[in-house]
């Protein structure tokens, strides 16, 4: 029985294309100025300290400091300080209306109906908390919060690492078995199932590699595809 269910966003609720196409270039052009006018507020000032102590530079070099985040923008890294900038960034752009963020109308629906059976939801992407809740807040539909449960991002751990999910299945209080995971990455599919989760590889696009297609994990094309048996169905 599907107690719970955990899902990514990027690829799996929502398009990869909103992410990469808008939020990225969006911090991209606007983060330097936007850091070196807040870096005294304590938050945007905790996150330069770690970033500096990583590339071995004082907190005062902010040059430094932006040009590491460029380059972790340009490499796609999911680098913790990052993405909690990002988050803060994108706060400004969603709350000005330069943009709303885009979910698959299958998601909407099926998370609506999961929400309505009494399943609780949450959510675990390589995001900062804060950005999963702006996301959802400023989508397409209007603000979509109230279907969350909770969040995870990678201060829980990597997604491709089996102890992130057991960290996940302790932080909501059931064993993993109860629990399902839907991403769009063969890694962090295999990663819940390594931790005992029932897991589903959502697969929009017609390639799906062959290890999944051979191997005992479930694929689905849309939202209406996923089998959620729950104690209230």
Wanted: charged share 25%.
């Amino acid at each position: 029985m599907t107690k719970a269910i955990v899902t990514d966003i990027e690829g799996t609720t929502s398009s990869i294309a909103f992410v990469k196409d808008v939020l990225f270039p969006y911090a991209a052009k606007n983060l330097p100025s936007w850091l070196e006018d807040n870096c005294d507020d304590p938050a945007v000032q905790r996150q330069v300290e770690n970033i500096a102590e990583t590339i071995a530079r004082p907190a005062s070099d902010i040059a430094a400091v932006i040009k590491q985040l460029l380059e972790w923008i340009e490499q796609d890294v999911k680098a913790t300080p990052l993405k909690a900038l990002q988050g803060m960034l994108w706060k400004s752009g969603y709350e000005s209306g330069d943009y709303r963020a885009h979910v698959y109308e299958d998601a909407l629906q099926k998370l609506k109906d999961w929400h309505a059976a009494g399943i609780p939801l949450y959510v675990y992407s390589s995001g900062s908390v804060q950005a999963q809740k702006l996301f959802f807040q400023y989508s397409r539909y209007g603000d979509m919060r109230n279907l969350f449960s909770g969040y995870f991002d990678t201060t829980t751990g990597a997604k491709s690492d089996a102890d992130s999910y057991r960290k996940i299945a302790t932080a909501i209080g059931l064993p993993p078995t109860e629990l399902l995971f839907l991403s769009d990455v063969e890694s962090e599919i295999s990663a819940a199932v390594e931790a005992g989760f029932d897991a589903v590889l959502v697969a929009r696009d017609e390639e799906v590699s062959a290890n999944f297609e051979r191997g005992n994990f479930k694929v689905a094309r849309t939202f209406f595809d996923i089998p959620v048996q729950s104690t209230t169905s």
